[in-house]
């Protein structure tokens, strides 16, 4: 019933909303990367990712703040909350919890763009919405670069504590072990065990952007010491998806 209904919803922003962009008012900052928007509609930032306020736990959501979240959700804040907005849509218009999915500009500032030049977010970019993604690229490594915002906070966590901080956004460096494909994920094994040790996880929408890099991940990660910075969930063990080289940080080799 839900599938049908965000199936729906979409079809109707993409039939009845503006092809290509919307005017609305924003009246709530929700977190750093999601507002609410006068029509009572959400607007989920594309392209991006920011660390949680709340975390879910037995069903309900618990209040707690990670590193770095309440500062971007006071950064969000002050470039749009109670303003006029501009939302550009991408391919998909809406996700999977019905909100609005959108790049959002307050005048000639582009918010998405934003808090990642100022490390307030990590990239997130997932296809088909790629729009942005070589600016975005490009904002994250200037960043990462200047350790700017939750870049100069973010410590490496070693791929063997990955496990404690599910849900949280970190940096996790460890040795590549083993690699596998399957027909939908190319998995990057930091453990002899894949149902309990870290893993990096490539869907197969993405494994073009690493061939247009004559990059294979079966073979070019494996051996190596790497380190990788995202969101971290749990299936199979801890884990982080990445669409993207740049995503991957190579320190060191056998």
């Given at each position: 019933?839900?599938?049908?209904?965000?199936?729906?919803?979409?079809?109707?922003?993409?039939?009845y909303?503006?092809?290509s962009?919307?005017?609305?008012?924003?009246?709530?900052?929700?977190?750093?990367?999601?507002?609410?928007?006068?029509?009572?509609?959400?607007?989920?930032?594309?392209?991006?990712?920011?660390?949680?306020?709340?975390?879910?736990k037995?069903?309900?959501?618990v209040?707690?703040?990670?590193?770095?979240?309440?500062?971007?959700?006071?950064?969000?804040?002050?470039?749009?909350?109670?303003?006029?907005?501009?939302?550009?849509?991408?391919?998909?218009?809406?996700?999977?919890?019905?909100?609005?999915?959108?790049?959002?500009?307050?005048?000639?500032?582009?918010?998405?763009?934003?808090?990642?030049?100022?490390?307030?977010?990590?990239?997130?970019?997932?296809?088909?919405?790629?729009?942005?993604?070589?600016?975005?690229?490009?904002?994250?490594?200037?960043?990462?670069?200047?350790?700017?915002g939750?870049?100069?906070?973010?410590?490496?966590?070693?791929?063997?504590?990955?496990?404690?901080?599910?849900?949280?956004?970190?940096?996790?460096?460890?040795?590549?072990?083993?690699?596998?494909?399957?027909?939908?994920?190319?998995?990057?094994?930091?453990?002899?065990?894949?149902?309990?040790?870290?893993?990096?996880?490539?869907?197969?929408?993405?494994?073009?952007?690493?061939?247009?890099?004559?990059?294979?991940?079966?073979?070019?990660?494996?051996?190596?010491?790497?380190?990788?910075?995202?969101?971290?969930?749990?299936?199979?063990?801890?884990?982080?998806?990445?669409?993207?080289?740049?995503?991957?940080?190579?320190?060191?080799?056998?």
């Amino acid at each position: 019933m839900k599938r049908l209904f965000i199936l729906l919803l979409s079809l109707f922003f993409s039939t009845y909303v503006f092809s290509s962009s919307l005017r609305i008012k924003v009246i709530k900052v929700i977190d750093g990367d999601t507002v609410k928007l006068e029509n009572g509609q959400f607007l989920r930032y594309i392209g991006i990712d920011t660390p949680e306020i709340e975390i879910k736990k037995n069903s309900q959501f618990v209040y707690q703040p990670q590193l770095f979240s309440l500062p971007a959700k006071e950064f969000n804040k002050k470039l749009v909350e109670g303003k006029l907005v501009r939302i550009e849509f991408d391919v998909e218009k809406v996700d999977s919890y019905g909100r609005l999915l959108g790049y959002c500009f307050v005048g000639d500032t582009f918010v998405n763009a934003e808090l990642l030049k100022k490390g307030y977010a990590i990239l997130y970019t997932r296809p088909p919405n790629i729009k942005y993604v070589d600016l975005f690229v490009k904002l994250q490594k200037e960043a990462r670069e200047k350790k700017k915002g939750i870049w100069g906070a973010l410590k490496p966590i070693s791929s063997d504590e990955a496990y404690k901080f599910i849900h949280q956004i970190k940096t996790v460096r460890g040795k590549v072990v083993d690699t596998y494909q399957s027909k939908r994920c190319i998995f990057l094994n930091f453990g002899k065990d894949y149902t309990t040790d870290f893993t990096v996880v490539i869907f197969k929408d993405s494994w073009k952007y690493f061939k247009e890099r004559n990059i294979n991940p079966l073979t070019f990660y494996k051996g190596k010491l790497i380190e990788v910075t995202g969101k971290l969930r749990e299936y199979n063990g801890p884990e982080i998806i990445v669409h993207f080289p740049e995503e991957i940080n190579i320190v060191g080799s056998r």
